[in-house]
T-cell receptor, first 113, second 110 residues
């Protein structure tokens, strides 16, 4: 597509439920990133996929968080047993090979009640 | 470890005044530095990269390796510059992930 697409744009869930957030990167972009944006905390790196390499999961805050990228394209971020502190905007970005910046999606605003 | 510090959470200036958003970084090698901007209700977008040495919307930023800084400057702020600004760093080699600062909210008053 023309840009990075994320769905849903908003998600309200009850504490303890599992959620799945989807990211569709720009076609041809080999790298895909997930970040979490919280008020006062800036952008917190979560996970990074690059081609067929093993993902860099060093930013995932707990084992309740996981992500997949199927076929080198669409990615799904899963949060199990959601907690109130998981409430944030989850941003996805993709980039093409080379030393350039990212293109960000519009994010998924997750609210855990 | 890679770290980006933006010391000001909030910055308020009047239209036409100069503005400088501070960014300091910690990295042992030669980093790449970026500024991203997020206008109200819009997605985060790249403003400029130090490698390009360009001026975008009147903004410039110079990488000062001695002071490990990459401050964003504009000589005459406009109301439409009001936004959230993030400084980001990418190291050379290994992971290509960006490390972001916590951001500075710029308000340009009329």
């Amino acid at each position: 597509g023309a840009g990075v697409s994320q769905s849903p744009s908003n998600k309200v869930t009850e504490k303890g439920k599992d959620v799945e957030l989807r990211c569709d990167p720009i076609s041809g972009h080999t790298a895909l990133y997930w970040y979490r944006q919280s008020l006062g905390q800036g952008l917190e790196f979560l996970i990074y996929f690059q081609g067929n390499s093993a993902p860099d999961k060093s930013g995932l805050p707990s084992d309740r968080f996981s992500a997949e990228r199927t076929g080198g394209s669409v990615s799904t971020l899963t949060i199990q047993r959601t907690q109130q502190e998981d409430s944030a905007v989850y941003l996805c970005a993709s980039s093409s090979p080379g030393r350039k910046g990212y293109t960000f999606g519009s994010g998924t605003r997750l609210t855990v009640v | 470890a890679q770290r980006v510090t933006q010391p000001e959470k909030l910055l308020s200036v009047f239209k036409g005044a100069p503005v400088e958003l501070k960014c300091n970084y910690s990295y042992s090698g030669s980093p790449e530095l970026f500024w991203y901007v997020q206008y109200s209700r819009q997605r985060l977008q790249l403003l400029l990269r130090h490698i390009s040495r360009e001026s975008i919307k009147g903004f410039t930023a110079d990488l000062n390796k001695g002071e490990t800084s990459f401050h964003l400057k504009k000589p005459f702020a406009q109301e439409e510059d009001s936004a959230m600004y993030y400084c980001a760093l990418r190291g050379q080699g290994g992971s290509e992930k960006l490390v972001f600062g916590k951001g500075t909210k710029l308000t340009v008053n009329p």
